[in-house]
Nanobody, 120 residues
Framework: VQLQASGGGLVQAGESLRLSCAAS????????MGWFRQPPGKERTFVAA????????SYTDSVKGRFTISRDNAKNMVYLQMNSLKPEDTAVYYC??????????????WGQGTQVTVSS
């Protein structure tokens, strides 16, 4: 599975961005998908994930109520709608695919990342 993330950019605090992840290769629509982020000088951490059918989602506490993960299996696309962005959301964002239809363990496929910078 190949993953291509896009949609990052420079925004001001309080604004919104929508990240997209295009999946290709071996039937990407059968996998649970997620978004992770890596702030400068820090480790990569979990942001959000969504089951293969879209029925089960999970978020890290700091983005609950502000970020929404969604997917379009017909287009092999995954999205991360980010609202009310804060400077602490600044990071490189990665989309990832889990090795199953539900979110279990760690992803085994990763995209190349897209930079999100939020100015105060």
């Amino acid at each position: 599975v190949q993953l291509q993330a896009s949609g990052g950019g420079l925004v001001q605090a309080g604004e919104s961005l929508r990240l997209s992840c295009a999946a290709s290769g071996r039937t990407p629509s059968i996998y649970a998908m997620g978004w992770f982020r890596q702030p400068p000088g820090k480790e990569r951490t979990f942001v959000a994930a969504l089951s293969q059918r879209g029925g089960t989602s999970s978020y890290t506490d700091s983005v609950k109520g502000r970020f929404t993960i969604s997917r379009d299996n017909a287009k092999n696309m995954v999205y991360l709608q980010m609202n009310s962005l804060k400077p602490e959301d600044t990071a490189v964002y990665y989309c990832a695919a889990y090795p199953s239809p539900v979110v279990v363990g760690r992803p085994n496929y990763w995209g190349q990342g897209t930079q999100v910078t939020v100015s105060s």
